[in-house]
């Protein structure tokens, strides 16, 4: 992959009386459509036609200098030469804030069934995290099947290689950022979720869970293909003070003295690690975690249910090239902003999707139920429960006492069950569990024909 560098803005037109009335056309030229619309890098921007009048140069200098430098935003994130990042906020970005604003956050207008604290909006949360899990480490390089992969995290079971170790660990850090992690993030938390992401998966054992040392051999970032180093990060001695500096931007709240969008802000936190690469490896898994942190963190609750590793994982070149963007034009970090955006615009969408084709499923199968002669009311009080408590679990004892029945009566309806294969039995010492099944709409969509 390679992006050529913007031409310098400063000094362009210099002092003779030409290059002023150029100057001065340039500064009075209308603001082209394409570049209001689009926030266009020079390297795409130089295989446009010109506005009439201004050369590709002459463009390019209005645009950076006239359009984009008054509203841009300064952040405490510099790069490895001390220049701070900054960004602007386009029309283009500020549509997306609102869409997710819109679809993450607050009272999003979802079915009961999937906005309830019950057992159906824990299922659909535990299957997003397994598929960002999954994903974030294919992202990475891991090759298991997402079956195989599900099956791996659903089972339990140890993992047989070293794509399956990194699928369990991203598993276990989305967790630990979820369960652990709380609402300050330190330089403490970071490195042990690193150490989490990649526990038996490194090269050097000793390097899960720290930063690299001076002594290290410094990592840097490569075109897959080409094999062009693309990113050279800062040296290692700068690590833990950039780290702590991130952490601090991290838990900078509305009371901060400058306003940062806690989406903006997130995206810069996922920005800043992989920008900063401290670890031999990892720093891709780290960074999108620390997104769902941030996100989590602002009240962003839908955010859980988003795998943006998903969306990535079908063009890694545009996320790269983001990088790319913002690094050679002087750390303007919107065009990083505005590709994130639209790949959580994208997670949102097929979130969407998915969830609403559950609840609808979920609503088929009532009716189903509703309409059959083939269970007694007591059966199918409780398979209606267990399609929207998917987690829950069913005894002889229970069941005889929600329903005010015999021991001997509740033993049939439930023994009944686990024989069609609406339920699953599994002996618990003395007594029986009779477990929801994974797919129990379909068995029952199946049953019913």
């Known amino acids: ?87 602007g906020l386009p029309d283009q970005l500020l549509r997306s804030l609102h869409h997710v604003d819109q679809h993450c956050a607050g009272e999003v207008a979802m079915d009961e069934v999937v906005t ?34 599900k099956e791996l995290l659903r089972t339990g079971r140890a993992p047989k290689d070293r794509s399956e170790q990194m699928i369990l660990n991203n598993y276990r850090g989305l967790q630990f950022m979820r369960e652990e992690m709380g609402d300050e993030l330190n330089p403490e938390s970071v490195l042990e979720l690193h150490r989490i992401l990649t526990e038996g998966t490194l090269d050097y054992p000793d390097s899960a869970g720290r930063l690299q040392r001076p002594d290290d051999q410094r990592v840097a970032v490569y075109d897959r293909d080409g094999g062009r180093r693309l990113h050279i990060p800062p040296p290692a001695d700068e690590l833990p003070e950039r780290l702590k500096r991130l952490c601090a931007f991290a838990n900078e709240g509305d009371g901060s003295e400058v306003f940062v969008h806690p989406v903006i802000r997130a995206i ?11 670890f031999e490896d990892g720093n891709g898994r780290t960074a999108r975690i620390l997104f769902f942190w941030s996100m989590r963190s602002s009240g962003y609750w839908m955010a859980e249910y988003l795998s943006i590793s998903t969306i990535l994982r079908k063009a890694p070149a545009q996320y790269g090239r983001a990088f790319l963007e913002t690094e050679t034009d002087d750390g303007d970090t919107t065009y990083f902003l505005i590709h994130q955006l639209q790949v959580i615009e ?19 199968t009532e009716a189903l139920l509703r309409g059959t002669d083939g269970f007694n009311r007591r059966q199918l009080e409780l398979l209606t429960h267990a ?51 994974d797919d129990l709409p379909e068995r029952l969509r199946e049953s019913g024909r």
Do not use: C
Request: aromatic letters at 10%.
């Open 116 to 149: 309830s604290e019950g057992g159906a909006r824990q299922r659909y949360l535990v299957n997003s995290l397994m598929e960002e899990a999954i994903r974030s480490s294919q992202l990475e390089g891991a090759t298991t099947s997402r079956r195989e992969a």
């Open 1 to 87: 992959m390679y992006i050529q560098a913007p031409p310098p803005t400063s000094g362009f037109f210099g002092l003779g009386v030409v290059n002023y009335d150029r100057f001065l056309n340039a500064v009075n030229a209308p603001a082209d459509p394409r570049s209001v619309e689009r926030y266009l890098h020079w390297d795409k921007l130089r295989r446009l036609e010109p506005p009439h009048g201004l050369t590709s140069e002459e463009w390019w200098w209005r645009i950076k200098v006239i359009e984009r430098q008054p509203g841009m935003r300064v952040l405490p994130l510099m790069d490895k030469d001390g220049n701070s990042f900054k960004y």
């Open 346 to 364: 994208q997670a949102i969408v097929q979130m969407r999707q998915y969830l609403e084709r559950k609840t609808r499923e979920i609503h088929e």
């Open 387 to 437: 399609i929207r408590h998917p987690d829950a679990s069913y005894s002889f004892t229970g069941h005889a006492a929600s329903h005010r029945v015999t021991h001997e009566t509740a033993r049939a309806d439930l023994l009944s069950l686990a024989q069609r294969g609406l339920l699953t039995r599994r002996q618990v010492g003395r007594e029986y569990s009779f477990e929801v099944p």
């Open 268 to 278: 810069l936190l996922h920005f800043g690690l992989a920008y900063d690469h401290p």
